[in-house]
């Protein structure tokens, strides 16, 4: 199933189940793959603030469609979230690509106070 899709299901189970924090990050996820981050936002405000220490990946999202220092606020707390699962993953592929997205989530950062700060 393609993510537009994929979409058409979670918009449904949304409507069925709105503070189902684990279809709202799912459809926050999908709408950001799309592109529809205006879309994605208030999903991702929504699951920040009701469930702020689980999923690194709504606060590089969120990291992304700010400016200055709420970017760089989600960001570290998305890199927070992220290294205590890279802490937790075994060694091998998986853990590979947590350190990968670590990676790439500091040189975001970097990149902020390269430009906005």
């Known amino acids: 199933m393609d993510g537009k899709g994929a979409l058409l299901h979670l918009e ?17 996820n999908v709408y950001m793959e799309l592109g529809e981050d205006e879309k994605a ?50 060694d091998g592929e998986d853990k590979q690509m947590l350190l990968n997205r670590l990676c790439g989530a500091y040189c975001s950062v970097g990149e902020l106070y390269m430009t906005d700060l």
Not at 12 to 28: F, G, I, M, W
């Open 12 to 28: 449904e189970a949304l409507k069925q189940q709105p503070d189902n924090l684990e279809v709202v990050d799912k459809t926050a």
């Open 41 to 90: 936002f208030p999903l991702l405000v929504k699951s920040a603030k009701e469930d702020p220490d689980h999923n690194y990946e709504k606060w590089m999202y969120l990291g992304q469609l700010q400016n200055g220092n709420d970017a760089v606020t989600c960001y570290r707390k998305g890199i927070q979230l992220l290294e205590a699962e890279v802490n937790a993953t075994p």
